[in-house]
């Protein structure tokens, strides 16, 4: 039996289902002028006004790219990595959540010498509320530092260093490597190299602007962590954006998670929320993994050939999500979750008449195992990123958190009723256990091209305003005439 993650017979299985088992307010004008005066005046003051605009975008660009692959590697990594081998604010946040997935690498490294399988039960522990926490604030960080023509390819990066970390998690268990039965300690353990580089990384990047102006009202933090990100080019119009939002912000105070499915200005937020959340985790991308051996057996894959094969899941979710970080700009939000839940639901469709005929035709093995890689493919291209940026966009800085928290919450209950679920309906469906899966492929992509509104591009107040629309219709459209008053007095 192969080990966690290992890419082994009994692999796919132990892995989803241990990861499935770990995650329990002037005008606008007048602030735009006033804010845009207001950092020409720091601006100055700092001696960082004008210049060359190529060296400028260029510090950008690196400050940008370090940001992200600092974030990645400890945060959705993590998960990745994590959701392999164990069988498979914000700055902050990210550097103190560290300290658990430390605590387990040392519980897993020493459970075989203490002969404790509990400090293994611990670690997992440990390492899910690592992976959960991770999930939230690394997409919720990176999204609000990021310039809006860039912020949703630089929140797909979460989807990037997820599936990376499925790849590496595949490799290292692999049997040569430490997937024998004499290096799991060490294979679990590993788990400490991703969270290490992320302790070592972090403190060397800036807080998010957006918390520093309007969470701590701070300027000259923000526009001191705007320059780091950017370079030195001109901030005014930005931090002029910044302001807006602080202004729209002003008096509010942060959210909890039960006031979000009460406020009736955050209606259709929520329901995005709740519907697409629920749909990437219940579309059945989680079972094909866990299905994915037995297909390749039975297509006369060797038995020894089979954890290979498996590395090739895991490589072509990362393909699909780069492709999908480069495209997201062009193409925007909506296009890629409607295309990726139409490809999963043509391509499940084909898996299961595949599976039907296995054993009438004998080339109906190899186009099952086709339609496994390409439903991954199609999971890869939207669903898998494009969920994860949601609760970034659609809700303001007063609410973003909580809606991380719900959004977090819901799908790591999704993933662990479908891991409960799952072989209850390959015993009763057989063949046809993937038709409720298509079932939400298609809800998911009905919902998306209907009420799910594209972000691409907008600023946070343009896109919270196009909401508020979309919620109170009547108050927006602005009072109606009902006819001539009835004078009822001639008294002056």
Known sequence: MGLPGSGGELGPQIRVNGSWAEGMEGTVAEVREGARQGAAEIHSRDGSGGGNEGPEFRSQGRVLLMTVCAAGIGGTFQFGYNLSIINA??????????????????????????????????????????????????????GESAPKELRGAVAMTSAIFTA???????????????????????????????????????????????YLLIDRGDTEA????????????????????????????????????WELFRDGTLRRQVMSLVVLGSAMELCGNDSVYAYASSVFLEAGVPQEKIQYAIIGTGCCELLMASVSCVVIERVGRRMLLMGGYCLMTFWGSIFTVALCLQNSFPWMPYLAMSCIFAFILSFGIGPAGVTGILATELFDQTARPAAYMVCGALMWTMLFLVGLGFPFLMEGLSHFLYVPFLG??????????????????????????????????????GPRWRGPDVIQSTEL
């Open 89 to 142: 604010p914000t700055l902050q946040s990210l550097l103190a959540n560290n300290v658990f997935v430390v605590v387990a690498a040392i519980l897993f490294a020493f459970s075989r010498r203490a002969g404790s399988f509990e400090m293994v039960m611990l670690g997992r522990l440990l390492v899910g509320v690592n992976a959960g926490v991770s999930m939230n604030i690394q997409p919720m960080y990176l």
């Open 164 to 210: 990376l970390g499925i790849v590496m998690g595949q490799v290292v268990g692999l049997r040569e490597l430490l997937g024998g039965p004499q290096a799991w300690p060490l294979l679990l353990a590993s788990c400490l190299v991703p969270g290490l580089l992320q302790l070592a990384s972090l403190p060397l990047l800036p807080e998010s602007p957006r």
């Open 222 to 257: 923000c526009l001191a962590a705007l320059q780091r990100l950017r370079g030195t080019s001109d901030l005014a119009l930005e931090l002029a954006e910044l302001e807006e939002e602080r202004a729209a912000c002003q008096g509010l105070q942060p959210r909890r998670p």
């Open 440 to 477: 939400v492929c298609v809800c998911g992509a009905i919902y998306t091209g209907f009420f799910l509104p594209e972000t691409k591009g907008k600023t946070f107040l343009e896109i919270s305003e196009e909401l508020r629309k979309l919620n109170l219709p009547r108050r927006s459209q």
